[in-house]
């Protein structure tokens, strides 16, 4: 079956890590860029960040920039995303999506996952 | 980086076309995406690259674009087409960038 299951979501405390993973199935996995993106509960889509298939090329919003890394391991058809120095303003629901090309540039995202919550509170 | 506008809601009736805009000052050179968001799911790409439909989506969604607007537009509304939907675009920097959503009420 074609899929992405996201995990790793959760509560944290402002300030700490947290690492979300996206395990990716039923197609071939390093032929395509992939990505990060969230929607706080109620309000709208953001785009966190992006890899090209080969992890050559990154992009990260300007609102997650040095603080979220995002990886992956194709081996393991699988994507990361690591979060640092999390904010109250990155509570929300992180979605996978696959993109139709190998590299960024418009093609559409055409595969998401169900996405995974994380909770910033004390 | 790129902002795109689009209208909050659009009400259309069953049967109907509804029309939702996309507008930003660099769209006439970036293709645009769009996507249906129901509550509880999550998003299904619909058209790409401006005007083109992935396998499985019906034909009453099409997709244009003029200047710096990508328009969405759905013919003959159906109920199961009440969500909200997204344009998307990549912007500079190697980033994309999301439309602020419309809500489409099929009344």
């Known amino acids: 079956e074609v899929q992405l299951v996201e995990s790793g979501g959760g509560l944290v405390q402002p300030g700490r890590s947290l690492r979300l993973s996206c395990a990716a199935s039923?197609?071939?996995?390093?032929?395509?860029?992939m990505h990060w993106v969230r929607q706080v509960p109620g309000k709208g889509l953001e785009w966190v960040s992006g890899?090209?298939?080969?992890?050559?090329?990154?992009g990260y919003a300007d609102s997650v920039k040095g603080r979220f890394t995002i990886s992956r391991d194709n081996a393991k058809n699988s994507l990361y995303l690591q979060m640092s120095s999390l904010r109250s303003e990155d509570m929300a629901l992180y979605f996978c999506?696959?993109?139709?090309?190998?590299?960024?540039?418009?093609?559409?995202?055409?595969?998401w996952g169900q996405g995974t919550l994380v909770t910033v509170s004390s | 980086s790129s902002e795109l506008t689009q209208p909050p809601s659009v009400s259309v009736s069953p049967g109907q076309t509804a029309s939702i805009t996309c507008s930003g000052d660099e769209l006439g050179d970036l293709y645009a995406s769009w996507y249906q968001l129901r509550p509880g799911q999550s998003p299904v790409l619909i058209i790409y690259q401006d005007r083109k439909r992935p396998s499985g989506i019906p034909e009453r969604f099409s997709g244009s674009s003029s200047g710096n607007t990508a328009t969405l537009t759905i013919s003959g509304t159906q109920a199961t087409d009440e969500a909200d939907y997204y344009c998307q675009a990549w912007g500079s920097s190697t980033s994309y960038v999301f439309g602020t959503g419309t809500k489409v009420t099929v009344l």
């Open positions: 999506a696959k993109d139709r090309g190998a590299v960024a540039g418009g093609w559409g995202f055409d595969l």
């Open positions: 890899i090209s298939w080969s992890s050559t090329a990154l």
């Open positions: 039923g197609f071939n996995f390093d032929d395509y860029a």
